[in-house]
Structure formats: C-alpha cells, structure tokens
C-alpha cells in the first residue's frame, strides 16, 4: 500500500509547475496589456505639424503656407505649428487677408512660435500672426512695427487689441511682449512635474525658448511624466513632424531674397560687360544671361524703386564707355556714382530692407573691378589681338 506522504510529494510539482504557468501568464497579459495601453495612447497621441515661415513672405513662401492650412484639415493633424522669422511680407494685401482668413476657419488650432532666438516678426507678418490661437516667443526675438492695418477690420477685428496702436511702429521684445499680454501665456504656478515655480520661472516659462518648449505647453500636444535617475521629466508622446518648402520652391525663395537678388543683377550685368570686351566663345555671356535672367524674378517679386533700378543700368552703360579707353577715367567716375545711389535706394526701406553687407560687396567690388581688373584684361585683349596681326617673318 501506498503512503499518503508519496501522493503529496508527487503532487507538489504538479501543483508548482500549475502556479508557476499561472503566475507567468498573469505577468504577460500584465505586459502585453501596457504594451497595447502605450500604443494605443501613443496612437491617440497623434502628431503636430510644425511649417518654417522664414525669410520675407513671397509668393512662394505663402502658397506654401497656404497649401499646409489646407493639408492639416485632412491629415489628422492634432495642431500646426507656424515656426515665424519674418519681418516684412511683399504679397499683396488681398493674398495676406486670405490667409489669415484661413487659420480664424481652421478646424485645427494654428499655433505661432517666433524663434529660435533672435528672431523677428515684424510688418505684415506681426499682422498675420494676430489671428493665430496663440503666440510664443523666443527669448531674443521680438515682434512688431505691424504699420496700419491692412487686414479687414470687419473681419478681424482691430488687431493685437490694446495694444494695436503701440504696435504700428513699436516692436516688442519677449519680456516685453509678456508684460504687455501680446503673446500667449498659460499663468500657472506649478509646472507638469508638480514643481513650484518662481515669478522669475513662470515668466521663463513663457519666453518659450526652443520649439520643444512651446509645444509641450500646447493642449494640442501630449507628454507623460517619466522617473529618471536626474529625476522626473516630461516625456512627449505626440509627434512632430516638420514641413518646408520643396527643393525648387526653395531656390525661387532664396532667389526673391533682397541681397540674392542684388547680387544676383550685378553679377549679371558684369559678365556681359565682360563677355563684350573679352575674346572667347560666349561662356561668360551664357551665364550672364542666366544670372540677370534669375535676378529679374527677384525684381518682379521684391518691391523696388525704378528710378534706382535705371541708375544701376546707366552706370553700367558709363562703365563701358570707358573700358573702351582702357584707361578708368570720367565716365567710370560717373558710373561709380550712379551705381552707389542705385544700390543704397533700389529697395524701399518702408517694405524690404537689405544689410549694409551686400552693399559693401558689390559697391566696392565693382570699384575695384573697373579700375583694375577690366584694363588689365582689355589691355590682355588688345596684345593678343596685336600679336596675332603681325605677318609671320
């Protein structure tokens, strides 16, 4: 007969290895479970669209914008994130009004982050950006000189509210902007980690100094607390995904730049002056034409004074007269002083700026140019053609 105490012993694995096969399918649907929890709130996290708007606002660049507030309506995009360093827009006021009409009927919040850092969103585009849900600054950057209004009041209402006057011809910087209320700022005393925070971090905390702080401060974007061996800190699980202007879009945009353009004109119309005076087979005309060729779209697209445009012509015209003469002499004097007033007034200052840098350059460059560089190359012309007519002896 069989002792009860073998029964038991032979029982207690069966009954370990049940347990065992228990405890380890409670732990992985436990696993399985959280991982499915993640993502499926990584999922219902979604994603923001984050859209650079750098440079002056050009045709180009607000098509661009346009097409990005269509697309979000149907992407499922959580928010659009407009990345602004911009401080004058040159499409006309009738486009401007359309677009901002776009974002005040946008189904998804259109956000405004004015940065990184030394960043500015002045004229046309300080107007624009009015109408966005809300508004971020970067530390060092600044927002205003909006001028009069030109989107429709009937509209929009008066713009930057009571601040609207202020701002015309005012720019604001980020403390400024902050005092002041012109930019969006969620006033709470304690952060997402619980943390207290300071008069001096709460205004910090509105300065948003880089993208990724002003997107966690978005309802639209969603970030968990996570323990770290540096402490708690805000993990984000909704992702961003940025957005630009295509490759060609981008060359026209660079092209439509004040100084490009400029550059861009001179360059042109030197190297057909070049092309006239030099022995060769058309190289330098060829890209001439092409260079002067691209300038133009930047002239047809930039705002510019006419009569300055002309004065930049004629000079070219007086420098010619007197490469002839190899030797620079009045009208090279002249010429000089026609392109300096040509330069310094070709863009109004009221609607497009350009550095005094590019200025420098071609000012300058063209001097040394004309008075060096093109007779020592007639002079070259001149010898070969001299040697190439002697009779052989």
């Known amino acids: 007969m069989v002792s009860p105490r073998i029964f038991s012993t032979l029982r207690r694995p069966t009954s370990w290895t049940i347990a065992t096969l ?11 479970s959280d991982a499915h929890a993640q ?57 401007l009004n359309k677009i901002a009409l776009q974002i005040i009927n ?12 030394g960043s500015s969103a002045h004229g046309k585009v300080a107007q624009l950006i009015s109408v966005a849900d809300s508004v971020g600054v970067s530390i060092g950057s600044s927002v205003g000189n909006t001028g009069e209004q030109v989107l429709d009041p009937g ?39 619980g943390n207290s925070l300071t008069p001096q971090q709460q205004i910090a905390r509105c300065a948003n100094p880089t993208l990724g702080d002003f997107l966690v401060s978005r309802d639209s974007f969603i970030s968990e607390v996570i323990s770290t061996d540096q402490g708690p800190r805000l993990s984000p699980l909704t992702q961003t995904k940025i957005r630009g202007l295509a490759l060609l879009d981008q060359l026209m945009h660079t092209i439509a730049s004040p100084p490009v353009t400029y550059l861009l004109l001179i360059s042109g119309l ?45 000079s070219m015209i007086a420098f010619a007269i007197d490469i002839q003469t190899v030797v620079p002499r009045f009208w090279t004097l002249v010429g000089e002083v026609a392109f300096i007033f040509g330069t ?30 093109m007779p020592i190359m007639i002079r070259g012309r001149f010898a070969i053609t001299k040697i190439a007519s002697q009779p052989n002896t």
């Open 22 to 32: 228990l405890l380890v399918s409670f732990f992985s649907s436990v696993i399985i």
């Open 39 to 95: 993502e499926s709130q990584s999922e219902n996290a979604g994603f923001v669209e984050v859209f650079e708007v750098s440079g002056l606002l050009d045709e180009v660049l607000s098509s661009a914008v346009s097409e990005a507030l269509d697309e979000v309506q149907r992407n499922g995009a959580r928010a659009l994130i407009l990345q602004v360093n911009s401080k004058q827009a040159v499409i006309s006021d009738t486009e």
């Open 106 to 117: 946008s189904s998804v919040p259109i956000d405004v982050w004015v940065g990184p850092s």
């Open 155 to 193: 509209t929009f209402g008066k713009i930057w509210g009571e601040n609207h006057e202020l701002l015309k011809s005012t720019t604001f910087d980020w403390e400024q902007a902050i005092e002041k209320g012109v930019v969006w700022c969620e006033k709470v005393e304690i952060d997402e980690l």
């Open 270 to 314: 030197v190297l057909l002056i070049f092309e006239f005076f030099s022995i060769g087979v058309g190289i330098a005309g060829a890209i001439g034409a092409v260079v002067l060729a691209l300038s133009s779209y930047g002239l047809t697209v930039l705002p510019i004074r006419l009569w300055a445009l002309v004065l930049i012509l004629i």
């Open 344 to 373: 310094v007034f070709l863009y109004p200052e009221t609607s497009v700026q350009m550095s005094w840098i590019p200025m420098v350059v071609g000012i300058v460059g063209l001097l040394v140019l004309m008075f060096r560089g």
